[in-house]
């Protein structure tokens, strides 16, 4: 006797028009969904992975999320700056192991400027508590040395020695005026970390202080023009910052370094625990994601249901062929279990197809999404998660594909064989 696949993939292959609309159908549904899932959980681990090894950021008061997304993700604008003095102090708290300053405010075609110190390439740390490390060069040394970002570099395909120009103003497209009079000179390149600091420019905090020398209210002043040779006259040291990252020399102390600061008396500051606020941050976004989710899994389900209409469309034009296998020797169990075999089998097409197209999809639109959003797409195996939906997709096809089976469990031999006008 002929096994019941062979005749389901016979069948399928004698409609193969429908059935590949079908697939094609419940392909794009599941991509859509495993594209969500995909985005989603990458985006996860790049926002988790972005900083390790940081115990405190300090900011000015604001909201714990904005402080977190402006200093260390570079997404939006800090609401005010913390003076130099704070951050001494705050530096010279007894467990406090060592502090970076973020200054932020200017740009370089797009890429956010980030005014720093040594203390920067030394302490800071992504993914599994990984160092910094350079493709080319090294630090900044002089006050107009910067180094930049890997996606920088490849961006603009710059090289060591190159002068750059930074912008006042932040952000992609935003430049009020250019610091044109004092350019800066590349001497580092840092590796690529799959992190914000690949779009960044780091360059000194005298550097920032040197830039806005002659500046007065974010614009400079008419008439004024300071020679890059005649910036060592004047005090560069830092007025003030936006931000801080902080280490400490005992976690037991985090909360107690936090009250200190979130207390400080001199001026309004605010210090978040970075892992804490990433939770914050799902949270927030939560809600968002599983209605993505939802409207994905609406999808994969209009979907299935194409393909029961399918399957159950093609009975009254199979009933013929359904009772000829009947007068062959074929059961109502052998017809329940054939209409099943065609509904897994074009469910598994589709999921096939899915994955196709969403491999597809990573690869042409991946590199535009890291390079214009940060946002790195992996194209590795599926995800326990993926897995757990394609097995949801599959068992939910199988659920469908049994009301057209139940059907055509019940024709009768003598149903297919009566002609009906």
């Avoid at 210090?271 to 989710?293: D, F, M, N």
């Amino acid at each position: 006797m002929i096994p019941a696949w062979h005749l389901s993939w016979r069948s399928l292959l004698n409609r193969r028009l429908t059935v590949a609309l079908t697939v094609i159908a419940v392909s794009l549904s599941v991509a859509l969904l495993l594209g969500v899932e995909r985005l989603r959980s990458d985006a996860r681990a790049g926002f988790a992975q972005t900083i390790a090894g940081t115990d405190l950021v300090v900011g000015a008061r604001s909201g714990p999320v904005q402080l977190l997304l402006y200093t260390v993700f570079h997404i939006g604008n800090p609401t005010n700056n913390i003076s130099w003095q704070s951050i001494e102090k705050i530096a010279a708290h007894p467990q406090v192991d060592w502090l970076v300053p973020i200054s932020l405010g200017d740009s370089h075609r797009g890429f956010r400027v980030v005014g720093t110190s040594d203390a920067y390439f030394e302490h800071y740390r992504y993914g599994r508590n990984r160092a910094l490390a350079f493709a080319q060069g090294g630090p900044f040394n002089e006050v107009f040395d910067a180094v930049i970002g890997a996606e920088v570099a490849a961006r603009f395909g710059y090289e060591l020695g190159e002068e750059i120009i930074l912008s006042h103003g932040a952000g992609a497209g935003v430049s009020f005026a250019a610091h044109d009079d004092k350019p800066f000179t590349l001497v580092g390149v840092l590796a690529r970390t799959g992190t914000p600091v690949d779009r960044s420019v780091l360059v000194s905090l005298e550097g920032i202080e040197a830039i806005h020398l002659g500046w007065q209210g974010g614009a400079p002043i008419p008439g004024l023009s300071i020679a890059p040779e005649q910036v060592h006259r004047f005090d560069l040291s830092p007025k003030s910052v936006t931000a801080a990252l902080v280490g400490l020399k005992s976690r037991t102390a985090i909360f107690q370094v936090q009250r200190f600061v979130n207390t400080y008396r001199d001026e309004p500051l605010l210090a978040v625990l970075p892992g804490a606020t990433l939770q914050e941050l799902w949270g927030l976004i939560g809600v968002a994601e599983k209605a993505l989710l939802a409207v994905s899994a609406l999808v994969v389900l209009v979907g299935l249901a194409g393909l029961t209409a399918v399957i159950m469309a093609s009975l009254g034009e199979r009933r013929r062929e359904l009772a000829i296998l009947r007068s062959l020797g074929a059961g109502p169990r052998h017809i329940f279990m054939l209409l099943a075999l065609e509904g897994l089998v074009l469910s598994l097409l589709g999921c096939l197809g899915g994955l196709a197209l969403l491999y597809g999809g990573i690869a042409l639109v991946g590199p535009w999404l890291e390079a214009h959003y940060g946002l790195l797409l992996s194209l590795g195996l599926p995800s326990p998660s993926e897995w757990r939906l394609l097995g949801a997709v599959v068992g939910a096809a199988l659920l469908a594909s049994l009301v057209p089976a139940v059907r055509a469990y019940r024709y009768s031999l003598a149903d297919g064989m009566t002609l009906r006008i």
